[in-house]
Nanobody, 122 residues
Framework: QVQLVESGGGLVQPGGSLRLSCAAS????????MAWYRQAPGQARELVAT???????NYADSVKGRFTISRDGAKNTVYLQMNSLKPEDAAVYYC????????????????WGQGTLVTVSS
């Protein structure tokens, strides 16, 4: 029943910006950590940014200073603001969240979104 859905991907020129959104839906009891990952063609999936329930953030060195992760607890949504995009940022971006469903509040399960494609090209 719990589901993560990403949106906001698309085609952007180098130096441009995009904001990705990921909304969690379903009978949710609580959400702990949330994160963004990305996977480029032929590459391993890598961690981009994380944010805790309290708002503490961490970033991969490759995006530090350019990307900002944030969350809206009332909307069960995590965002990734991406500025100064580079061709090497092109990838499928996936959101990730540790969620306790209302039906099983003692069990934390990691959920993944379906991914949203970011293409950086002139």
């Amino acid at each position: 029943q719990v589901q993560l859905v990403e949106s906001g991907g698309g085609l952007v020129q180098p130096g441009g910006s995009l904001r990705l959104s990921c909304a969690a839906s379903g009978t949710i009891f609580s959400i702990n950590d949330m994160a963004w990952y990305r996977q480029a063609p032929g590459q391993a999936r890598e961690l981009v940014a994380t944010i805790t329930r309290g708002g503490s953030t961490n970033y991969a060195d490759s995006v530090k200073g350019r990307f900002t992760i944030s969350r809206d607890g009332a909307k069960n949504t995590v965002y990734l603001q991406m500025n100064s995009l580079k061709p090497e940022d092109a990838a499928v971006y996936y959101c990730n969240a540790d969620i306790r469903a209302r039906s099983t509040p003692a069990m934390s399960i990691t959920y993944w979104g379906q991914g949203t494609l970011v293409t950086v090209s002139s």
